[in-house]
């Protein structure tokens, strides 16, 4: 049985809200899943189905929301930005190493699309994570860059442009929209995107389909795959072969590049390993991931 409880620890001056997920029969210290969602996603988005395989395997879960997102604080809201973000997935495991029963040396990082990069980088500054999970990563901004059309590109560094000197005067964010139909001003606008991302959000979700365009002025400089060489712990990489969103071929190299990298493949796209059959894979693969590093063996 799963037990779940609202928290807050706090990042950067404001509370960041999260869901702790417990196994209820736990009689020693457990590991602990610490885990937030990819670009503008709340931790409502189908988090929760991995959280509860994840408890089942014998680990406690952390789902949180990151700052200017979801149910977390920050001003303003929908700001996106790495540092900030990483930040928030720091706080999360020194606040998850402080919990009764859980075994601080045994944390899990486990991200997903953009927060699939942000595990690897995270890792890399710290070592005393005991494994990192990152499924359909953004690991390489300058490759998926290379996939837009270039009058695109300029469209969105312009949009930047407009955000950031806005936000240098105090206005309000200028914001686009996360995901779009093809030829739409957005983040993503691939034909996998829209309903993709239907399929993730629920009715209750706090999801907002915009954020700050001052993101796209760095976004092709944000390479976090290239530190997976960096990390000591075990790393495994769930990579879709039909994924048009994040490329796979980066996230195969990310793989490859780590010691102790293993990589799993799946023939869908972006999407498809949150719902059906390929769920139920993936999720599987990384309960047996979870298990043979964590779980069974105590650190």
């Known amino acids: 049985m799963t037990q779940r409880s609202e928290v807050a620890f706090p990042s950067g001056g404001v509370d960041c809200a999260a869901y702790l997920y417990r196994p209820a029969d736990a009689i020693d210290d457990v590991p602990c899943v610490v885990m937030a969602h990819g670009f503008t996603a709340t931790r409502d988005d189908l988090l929760p189905a991995y959280a509860e395989r994840f408890v089942d395997a014998g680990c406690a879960v952390l789902v949180f929301d990151y700052r200017h997102f979801g149910a977390s604080g920050g001003q303003p809201r929908q700001l996106l930005d790495v540092g900030r973000q990483h930040a928030d997935y720091h706080a999360a495991i020194g606040y998850a190493r402080s919990i009764d029963g859980v075994d601080p040396s045994r944390i899990v990082l486990?991200?997903?699309s953009f927060s699939g990069g942000h595990v690897i980088a995270v890792a890399a500054d710290d070592p005393r994570i005991a494994a990192v999970?990152?499924?359909?990563?953004?690991?390489?901004g300058l490759s998926t860059a290379t996939k837009i059309p270039p009058v695109t590109l300029l469209r969105l560094a312009a949009a930047g442009v407009r955000d950031a000197a806005g936000a240098a005067?105090?206005?309000?964010?200028?914001?686009?929209?996360a995901v779009g139909s093809p030829g739409q001003l957005a983040a993503m606008t691939d034909p996998e995107a829209a309903p993709g991302f239907r399929a993730i959000v629920g009715a209750e979700s706090l999801w907002r389909n915009e954020f700050a365009a001052r993101l796209m002025l760095t976004l092709a400089t944000y390479r976090p795959g290239i530190r997976s060489e960096r990390l000591g712990m075990p790393l495994l990489v769930c990579v879709a072969d039909g994924d048009r969103t994040t490329p796979p071929e980066p996230a195969v190299r990310t793989a490859q590049r780590a010691p102790r990298g293993e990589l799993r493949r799946y023939p869908v796209g972006h999407f498809g390993v949150y719902v059906g059959d390929t769920f139920e894979q993936v999720v599987a693969d990384q309960v047996d991931f979870l298990g043979r590093h964590v779980v069974a063996q105590p650190r």
Do not use: A, K
């Open 133 to 140: 999970i990152s499924q359909v990563p953004f690991t390489d």
């Open 110 to 112: 486990w991200g997903s």
């Open 169 to 177: 005067l105090g206005r309000p964010p200028h914001l686009l929209p």
